[in-house]
């Protein structure tokens, strides 16, 4: 069973930076991806880190946000600078295995970013 455990949330002034962590447990991962989740909005992707390392961001983000991976380990940090309110939101640690289609999510982390 794949087990996905976020942290590094917290609450955090208008441009100050958070370091979110994911660390996975039961199966080799192939991509790790970052998602959010603001009240009212759907759950969209912020990041995405492939087992080799390519990363990708959204629009909104890049310049702002790092996805790092340590190599081959179960391990995605998600570096946060300059960060605006509309960051805000439940972030969600999300991926898959060499072994099949299943993804797997974590239960999340709050970020709040607020004068």
């Known amino acids: 069973q794949v087990q996905l455990v976020e942290s590094g949330g917290g609450l955090v002034q208008p441009g100050g930076s958070l370091r979110l962590s994911c660390t996975g447990s039961?199966?080799?991962?192939?991509?790790m991806n970052w998602y959010r989740q603001a009240p009212g909005n759907e759950r969209e992707l912020v990041a995405t880190?492939?087992?080799?390392?390519?990363?990708n961001y959204a629009d909104s983000v890049k310049g702002r946000f790092t996805i790092l991976r340590e190599n081959g380990k179960n391990t995605v940090f998600l570096q946060m600078n300059s960060l605006k309110p509309e960051d805000t939101a439940v972030y969600y640690c999300?991926?898959?295995?060499?072994?099949?289609?299943?993804?797997?999510w974590g239960q999340g982390t709050q970020v709040t970013v607020s004068s």
């Open positions: 999300n991926a898959g295995t060499f072994l099949g289609l299943q993804r797997y």
């Open positions: 039961g199966a080799r991962l192939r991509d």
């Open positions: 880190i492939t087992s080799e390392g390519s990363a």
